[in-house]
């Protein structure tokens, strides 16, 4: 007869340590003829000290991808295809389509004079443009261009399409999306809209460029949607943003200099399951390593360097895309004596906040927890 609770024994007080008997194996199969078990058996597995993630740090180099994605314009249309996408397919995570915990992305191709059909989703989703020209978007009516390192969010819930104009170029932009955790938490939904593309029903790029200036927003302005009115993000504000930091500011030793992407309403991430943020690594800066609980997409926006991500060094150069999973100790590298380098993060850090998930840890504190017996600091506090 198999064994059960041994499998997962822990010979700690307050933990699952029952030794698997004669009668006890036999009491199982009856629980498990009536699709019953002993908690006992499976509770260390289920309940482990600390978070466990199945996806692993991973890095995809932009070189090796750029002409497999641009082949793919030659191979599928994109009405075919509905969304004509290479995805990034974490070696932990395949049956789930992620590329680190419960979030998707990938990278997806445009000629000039194609689109995407509208339609929308449950799932909430968000662009960062790596090249070419000319590319736009359409969120319920609101017609937004998009340029290079532009940071685009397509709420959930809205129609939306992407497309190029004619005179444009064939471009190339990251996409990410919520995907596994709607399926995940079974409210997945997905709609077509019932003409090939939305007509635009505002002026041409009316939301960003009502809401250009930090610290201010449009007088009277009515907007009851849980997410930022501004739409998209260009690089030059965000980077001026962090130029400007810099000037007055020593940055934080665990992460550079970082400014999150907003909801000017209310300061809170632009969407509610997934956030964003821009961060810079001065001349040579190397960041303090630290831990935290959430999933985490990187593109490199500018420079090059490398990031250790669970004691594994990834070398990255601009457009490169690479992951952090949760609770998994990192730190990043700018090589560059002469400039700054700049990583775009996505991340489900909303979903981490609103359930009360969120948990950070630095590697000095992880050590005073081994010190004490413990496998974190999240051990032994008050
Ligand atoms: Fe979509």
Redesign the pocket.
Known sequence: MEKKAEDNFEDQYGRAGVRDTPQLLEYYSKLKALNTDALWTIANAIEPWEPKPTSIPMLWKYKDLRELVIQSADLVKPEEAG?RVVYFANKGRTETGACVGWLYSGLQTMRPGEFTPA???MAS?LRFIMEGKGAYTVVNGHKIDLNARDFVI?PNDCW?DHGVYEDGEQCIWQDG?DIPLMNTLDCNFYDVYPKPAQSAKYPLNDMPLSHAGSGVLPDKLNWENDYSPIMRFSFENTYNALKDLDKVSKGDKYGGHTVRYINPTNGGHVMPTMGGYMQMLRNSESTTSYRRTGSYVFQVAKGKGYSIIGGKRFDWEEKDVFVIPSWTFFTHHNLDDNDDACLFCFNDLPVMEKLGLYFEESYAEYEEALKKGYKSSYQGRD
């Open positions: 969304r339609h929308r989703h989703a397509t939306h999306l």
